[in-house]
């Protein structure tokens, strides 16, 4: 049963990192397995498929991050039934950096595999997540209509897309972002500034009230 168990764990850590860094669609399940030195049938007996690994992929970090992140919410709403959608979004911001004590930079690792799964239209995951952490996500969306009553639902479901793609974009280019601050403006970021640095951008976004035109 070990045995399993550490196979398992060593074909999860091998995908976790190839995605993260490829790509789903780039990562075969060849590549996989090389890396993480098993054979193919061992994945096929773990997992079944390369659409089922990665949702188990995801999994490990989802199972921990939407119940905390959930929680979060919970709490700073009952403290304050006026919460700012910056309250609300900065809730996101403990449970995400506790994913580093999941694993090594399990924070960006999280962020970039969401990332994948939303640039290349990975439509399965998106079952698996509102199938699997739907009332999560409800509760989240809710919490930010009500602290944006001003926007109509329609709306808010078009500028909570553009906040995770601009998320989805930071995330993939955290690296990059953070050389050229530190290189321009002598800035000195971590994972955690950086995502801070973003809340009040994306808390504007989403609350701005609407044009004429859009009305």
Excluded: C
């Excluded at 930071?170 to 973003?198: C, H, P, W, Y």
């Amino acid at each position: 049963m070990a045995n399993r168990s550490d196979t398992k764990t060593r074909i999860l850590d091998a995908a976790e990192k190839l995605f993260a860094e490829r790509g789903f669609s780039e990562t075969s399940l060849r590549l996989i397995t090389s890396k993480a030195e098993v054979n193919l049938a061992s994945v096929n007996y773990h997992f079944g498929s390369k659409k089922e690994l990665i949702r188990a992929v995801l999994a490990r970090y989802l199972d921990v991050f939407m119940p905390a992140a959930a929680e979060a919410i919970v709490a700073v709403r009952s403290n304050n039934a006026n919460a700012s959608l910056d309250d609300i979004f900065s809730t996101l911001v403990a449970p995400l950096l506790d994913l580093n004590s999941l694993r090594a930079e399990g924070t960006t690792t999280f962020l970039q595999l969401l990332g994948r799964g939303y640039i290349e239209s990975q439509g399965h995951l998106r079952w698996f997540i509102t199938t699997h952490y739907g009332e999560y996500l409800g509760l989240f969306v809710k919490a930010v209509a009500e602290s944006a009553p001003h926007i109509p639902p329609a709306e808010m479901f078009w500028r909570l897309h553009f906040t995770l793609g601009t998320i989805v974009f930071t995330m993939a280019s955290a690296d990059a972002l953070t050389e050229i601050a530190e290189a321009d403006f002598g800035e000195q970021n971590d994972i955690e500034a950086v995502i801070r640095k973003v809340i009040p951008y994306l808390s504007a976004g989403v609350s701005v009230p609407l044009t004429k035109d859009v009305m």
